[in-house]
């Protein structure tokens, strides 16, 4: 056991499993679905059912205290060092568990209504075309840096009420903020650069908020600053951490599932065309994307209560992660799931999580990437990849080619 153990951290930590995950998780499906994975430091959970099990009890498997578990082996030094750190992560939607996450939940909810994300349709659609038209006469672009990260920058930065110039500045910040995460646990360096990158973001919000208490405007940063349900408002902590969330997650997420959804489509044509001949097929074409290739492949718990998962004690204290890549590929609930089929229906994938940590940004992440996905194959049949290989950026937090560049 010993031996097999050893031969599937060495998988795990290898360059190659960033490049293809997908062999590992078969591996780990098949011989350790609940596996403690040493280099790591934390449980490994990759069946469905394990880790549904995780969002149904959010007493026994927490947000609340997550972040500091992961930093909790670096010297006192150091630990002391990242406060403001790991202050930050202690405060926030998707920091906290109940009652506190009910109640900022209650506050941020309404600027996601589904009126409010069916209002954003045309103005998504008007974004799509102007980036589609800055690259059509040059008959190629990067369906990276030309459409899957502008598009919901641009959104999401309008969305808040923040200078979209800024989007470059935001995709630097969100790569170092959240390069830290990428394992259970979190190396000094990487944590230290993290925190140095927080500070910015925070100084930079915290003038926004100043200025929006003076002049409130039609956005969403007005409405958090102001936003009270039954007499309680979000504290400037919460604000910095639900902003700091929903700018760095409200493109990430949906610069992957653009860009990894056009990505499949031109490696599979056969899928492309019957898409391209029956478009109603595209909501359903969007949750094979992102069950097949999950933007963020893994979630992670904190163990607040001694747990057993199949027989395997689970102690008070550790790290437990969600494989959402390898959950959303296990064969006992998506027949031969290594296939890309858009007309796949069933079992929900656990892309947007699942319970009271549900993304609120999915409908508008899944809208985003309708309109992209349609808009592309509509306006350019004659789409093609311009290389033979993709390389996928390193880390293996989220699944995103490092660029794509087609041709038309």
Known sequence: MKEAGAHLDELLTSPDFVQDPYPVYRALHAAAPVYWCEPWGAWLLTGYDDVMTTYQSPDVFANQGRMEALLRHLPTKTWDELAPLRQHFSSGLIHTDPPDHTRLRLLVTKAFSPRVIEAMRTRIQGVVDSLLDSVQLNAKMDVISDLAFPLPAT???ELLGIPVEDREQFR???KAITGFQGTGQAKADVALRAQENLLEVRQYFSEIFAQ?????????ISALVTAEEQGDKLNEAELVSTCTTLLLA??????????????????????LDELRSNPSLLPSAIDEVLRYETPLQRGFKLVAKEAQIRGRKIKKGQMVLQMLGAANRDPAYFPDPDRFDIRRNGTRNFAFGHGIHFCLGAPLARLEGEIAIRTVIERLPKLRLDTKTVSWAAGTYFRIPVSAPVFF
């Open 155 to 157: 959104v999401i930065s």
């Open 172 to 174: 630097y910040w969100a």
């Open 250 to 271: 409200g493109h990430e997420t949906t610069t992957c599932l653009i860009a990894n959804g056009i990505l499949t489509l031109l490696k599979l044509p056969d899928q």
């Open 212 to 220: 929006r208490r003076r002049e409130p405007q039609d956005d969403l």
